[in-house]
């Protein structure tokens, strides 16, 4: 059985892989062999390793937020009453169910999560603000911030063999 690819560090050939892969996620598999040198069924093996291994999560578009229809962002630091496991359990539940908050990350320092919203503009920010974020449990502080313009937007993460 494999070791599982996590506890282990990649090699430069899966290092050459995801590089290709973070930014050509559409590619085929012979023209990825091709460019990381590898022969297709070799490349293959390599690449569903990396996937069962859990090294690559998902494969995912990234869109234009303005064609979508919410091209504002909106950074909300959030502060909850207590940090329990039930308010904490109850928090993160309920703001997996809200569509517009596209990542939630638990801080450390004076605020306890920093959400990334996107909205159309500021009067659905505000419909959203009253109806569904007030709502969510166990808040006593948010503070939000409209993010004004995208300097760098990277999905790709930077590989270190």
Same mark, same amino acid.
């Given at each position: 059985?494999?070791?599982?690819? *996590? *506890?282990?560090?990649?090699? *430069?050939? +899966?290092?050459? $892989?995801?590089k290709?892969?973070?930014?050509?996620?559409?590619?085929?598999? *012979?023209?990825? &062999?091709e460019?990381?040198?590898?022969?297709?069924a &070799?490349?293959?093996?390599?690449?569903?390793?990396?996937?069962?291994?859990?090294?690559i =999560?998902?494969?995912?578009?990234?869109?234009?937020?303005?064609?979508?229809?919410?091209? @504002?962002?909106?950074? $909300?630091q959030?502060?909850?009453?207590?940090?329990?496991h039930?308010? /904490?359990? &109850?928090?993160? =539940? &309920?703001v997996?169910?809200?569509?517009? /908050?596209?990542?939630?990350h638990?801080?450390?320092?004076?605020?306890?999560?920093?959400?990334?919203?996107?909205v159309? +503009?500021?009067?659905?920010?505000? =419909?959203?603000?009253?109806?569904?974020?007030?709502?969510?449990?166990?808040? /006593?502080?948010?503070?939000s911030?409209?993010?004004?313009?995208?300097?760098? @937007?990277?999905?790709?993460?930077?590989?270190?063999?």
């Amino acid at each position: 059985m494999e070791e599982n690819m *996590s *506890s282990n560090k990649l090699d *430069s050939v +899966d290092t050459r $892989i995801l590089k290709v892969l973070q930014t050509d996620g559409r590619i085929t598999n *012979s023209e990825l &062999a091709e460019r990381v040198r590898l022969s297709p069924a &070799a490349c293959h093996k390599r690449l569903k390793r990396l996937e069962s291994d859990g090294t690559i =999560k998902f494969y995912t578009v990234v869109l234009d937020r303005r064609f979508v229809g919410c091209p @504002q962002s909106v950074f $909300i630091q959030v502060q909850l009453e207590r940090l329990g496991h039930e308010g /904490i359990d &109850a928090f993160e =539940k &309920a703001v997996m169910k809200v569509p517009e /908050i596209i990542e939630c990350h638990l801080m450390s320092g004076t605020f306890d999560y920093l959400l990334h919203v996107v909205v159309r +503009d500021t009067e659905e920010f505000e =419909k959203l603000h009253r109806h569904v974020l007030t709502a969510l449990p166990g808040i /006593i502080r948010m503070t939000s911030s409209f993010g004004l313009r995208n300097i760098k @937007q990277r999905g790709a993460l930077p590989i270190r063999a």
